[in-house]
């Protein structure tokens, strides 16, 4: 069995950490305050997107109306005070350490706050996974390709031993952006039917990436 990458980036939240339900639960808190309907989880990963301002305006919310700064900045509070209700996917130790045993590096390119990233890979006890933890300098969860791009350059190694393993499309764009392959898991933020309008590999869970990771 022949490993085909050296170097995998994980997204973290709803690649490795389950938070999707805690996520739901939050922004319907936001919307019920101000009036709004509140979302189903299919409802919310047919409308989740980065920026995240992107999906607040398709769930309902009018920033004529509400600061986008101050709702989020409420979502984050609820988040941080509430995060510790979450757990890693059944499957992530098992695939972080078959993945170690095999000689594969690893890092987390994610779009949480890079202090509050450190913390939570901290408290779940997967830090010795990873040679990189990269998180954005603020909690309004934009776009990391840049992050990816700095993250590509640390590593240097050839982009096509790298591979992105994530579950929005934003992951696939980013990938994309870096010039380093994708593989896409459907059990997280975003639907499977959209995660398929990508030109990327699409699995339902952690127990099917072997098979794209080796030869």
Known sequence: MLKKYDHIMWDWNGTLLNDVDLCVSIINNILLRINLSPLSKEMYKNIFTFPVKDYYEKAGIDFTKYSFEVLGQEWIREYEQRRLETKLFPKSIDALDFLK???????????????????IVRHFQVEQYFKHLAGLDHIYATSKINLGRDLAKKLRIDH???????????DFEVAKEIGVDCLLIASGHQSKERLQQCNAPVVDSLDDIYSFLFN
Not at 101 to 119: G, P
Not at 160 to 170: A, C, F, K, S
């Open 160 to 170: 096509e031993r790298i591979i992105l393993i994530g579950d929005t499309v934003h």
């Open 101 to 119: 045993q095999n000689e594969i590096d690893q890092s987390i390119l994610s779009a949480y706050s890079h202090e509050n990233l450190i913390d």
